[in-house]
């Protein structure tokens, strides 16, 4: 053996890998290609890349350690694990050629290659229990990442663990030449149907490429002569055999190189524990769920979604809102949620209406507008009626039960109900308005020449907050429900309010509100002008029933954040499709 070991490091056959130890008895061997995960940082964000380096690194490990574990069951031997760019794969010390084996051998060898792909369905079972458990998505997508692996494995063509199981059993009564040609026949037939149905992304033709070259790869296995075949395998083992001798015997192969692949892998395994305990710990107590709306990539429309903590489980509500930018807006009680549910925004002439569905997505009742156009929605305290506004015909009242519509109001929009439903605030042209749901009873709280807008009441009714310019410049003033004693909220660090997005918390202590030039920021400030600061990006925010957290997104972010009030602390709860402009937090 020492005069092979020589051989091979002269001929530098095993400079692209390195040892990294032992695992169950078995030399695990990584080959730097894996370190090119690493360039999709210019495409990925940091964190969600070594999240998924981590995955992968642990899922093709586990894979591979069930061919070898397998393998020695079954009376195969031992062999060699190595982690490289596509994957891994393991090489039993006693794989001999195959045209050399008996048909018990092919059978055991087919039963080692399935094990692999088993093993990751029975990972994606066991982090679905977790995500369940946790209610964390990031779980979720490593299931899903789990199961995407062991069907991509299972493809007959190639050297995948599929196309290795139909060559073994196949060649017991066909010759494994036509086996292995036709699995590479197949693989330019998936390559082709992958092609056909792409939309020419990047990814798309990666995976072209991939099969067209497990395709070509098989092709030219059917060529080789027995012979060939059973020097190429003999070959393969001499030189496991070699490399696992050489990082045993020197340290060229576990030296210096092998301890910074080391110190790199921990830290990612670390880093990524690390964070999902984070997150768990910080959300774990995340209250209620998360209403919004996304496009469906299966049918092109608009649905209503309700998300669970930390973005699982999320059910596809039975509602269908209007496909319109702006014509869906929806607030929510303990109880229900309503939102516009028209789904033909072609035909512009035709009267919208509103669905009102419980909390868990069932519908409850359906409102015919008689409008064409919807701006808000607010829901009564006691869910018996329904506030609504629209561009042109002012605030209308439907009453849910009897779904009987009336208007109060000629002209603004419905900003909310006062918490004994006694009364109505509506953002006039420039003016806080209050009336009785009845419209019998408008009065003009502000009554000043500034442009006052987006009011918000206690949730005690004493008093309602607003945004007004009447100093020249948007601000946040405070005043009695009557409109007397309006007091300007002094900002300490003089942030730039907009007319956009008041929202008070449930706890009555804090204000979210536009901010910065252009509203691409979230604000929040204490009620008496303290502790303000720039939240997050985004357009639209909601804060969680218990106050504690704060929901956030915005066209530019493609995605639902969940922030603690100081900012201190953020998880993506859900990637979107659609650019959605509205969250309702449900208790």
């Not at 979230?522 to 008496?528: E, L, P, S, T």
């Not at 953020?570 to 509205?582: A, E, G």
């Amino acid at each position: 053996m020492a005069e092979k070991t020589v051989q091979v490091q002269a001929d530098e056959k095993f400079n692209e890998r390195v040892r990294l130890g032992t695992v169950a008895g078995l030399p695990l061997f990584f080959n730097y290609s894996f370190l090119l995960w690493f360039l999709f940082i210019i495409f990925i964000d940091p964190i969600k890349l070594v999240l998924f380096v981590s995955l992968l690194f642990f899922s093709v490990l586990i894979h591979e350690l069930a061919h070898a574990l397998t393998s020695r069951y079954l009376g195969l031997g031992s062999g060699t694990l190595t982690i490289w760019f596509l994957g891994g794969f393991f090489i039993p010390f006693s794989e001999t050629a195959l045209v050399e084996m008996s048909t018990s051998q092919r059978i055991k060898y087919a039963f080692m290659v399935l094990a692999g792909p088993l093993s990751n369905v029975i990972l994606a079972g066991l982090f679905i229990l977790l995500a369940y458990a946790t209610s964390m998505n990031l779980l979720y997508t490593a299931a899903q990442f789990n199961l995407s692996l062991a069907i991509l494995n299972l493809l007959p063509v190639g050297y995948l663990d599929g196309g290795n199981i139909v060559r073994y059993l196949g060649s017991i009564v066909v010759d494994w030449r036509k086996i292995v040609h036709y699995s590479g026949i197949l693989s330019f037939v998936l390559a082709a149907a992958v092609f056909v149905s792409i939309s020419f992304s990047g990814a798309h033709f990666g995976w072209v490429g991939f099969l067209i070259g497990m395709g070509i790869g098989a092709i030219n296995m059917a060529k080789k002569t027995d012979e060939e075949l059973v020097a190429e395998s003999q070959k393969t083992m001499d030189r496991e055999l070699a490399i696992t001798e050489t990082s045993s015997l020197t340290k060229e192969a576990s030296g210096l190189p092998s301890m910074i692949v080391k110190t790199v892998l921990a830290n990612l395994v670390i880093f990524s524990i690390g964070y999902l305990f984070n997150q768990y710990w910080t959300y774990k107590d995340l209250p209620g769920r998360i209403a919004f709306i996304d496009a469906n990539k299966s049918d092109h429309r608009l649905h209503l979604y309700i998300t669970g903590k930390l973005g699982f489980p999320t059910i596809d509500a039975d509602g269908t809102p209007s496909v319109s930018y702006t014509n869906f807006s929806y607030l929510t009680d303990p109880r229900i949620i309503a939102f516009q549910c028209d789904s033909d925004s072609s035909a512009r002439q035709k009267r919208t209406s509103i669905c009102i569905d419980d909390y868990s997505g069932e519908r409850i009742a359906k409102i015919a507008t008689g409008v064409k156009e919807l701006r808000s929605l607010a829901l009564s305290p006691d869910a018996q009626k329904l506030a609504f506004s629209t561009p042109q015909e002012g605030v209308y009242v439907a009453d849910i039960s009897s779904g009987v519509v009336e208007q109060i109001h000629t002209e603004g929009d419905v900003a909310a109900w006062s918490p004994d439903g006694s009364y109505i605030l509506i953002n006039g042209k420039g003016e806080i308005l209050r009336t009785d749901p009845l419209g019998k009873d408008v009065r003009n709280l502000t009554n000043n020449s500034a442009a006052d807008v987006l009011s918000v009441s206690t949730h005690d009714g004493q008093y309602i907050y607003f945004v007004s310019d009447r100093n020249g410049e948007y601000g946040l003033f405070r005043m009695d429900r009557d409109g007397s004693n309006v007091n300007k909220i002094v900002l300490e660090n003089e942030i730039h309010v907009l007319g956009l997005g008041l929202r008070l918390s449930p706890d009555d202590t804090r204000l979210l509100f536009s901010c910065s030039d252009w509203g691409e920021s979230i604000c929040v400030v204490k009620v008496d002008g303290t502790e303000e600061h720039i939240l997050a990006k985004g357009y639209v925010a909601t804060w969680s029933p218990d106050s504690k957290y704060v929901a956030v997104t915005g066209s530019h972010q493609g995605a639902i954040f969940i922030v603690t009030p100081d900012g201190k602390q953020s998880v993506r709860l859900k990637n979107l499709v659609f650019i959605t402009w509205d969250l309702a937090w449900l208790p």
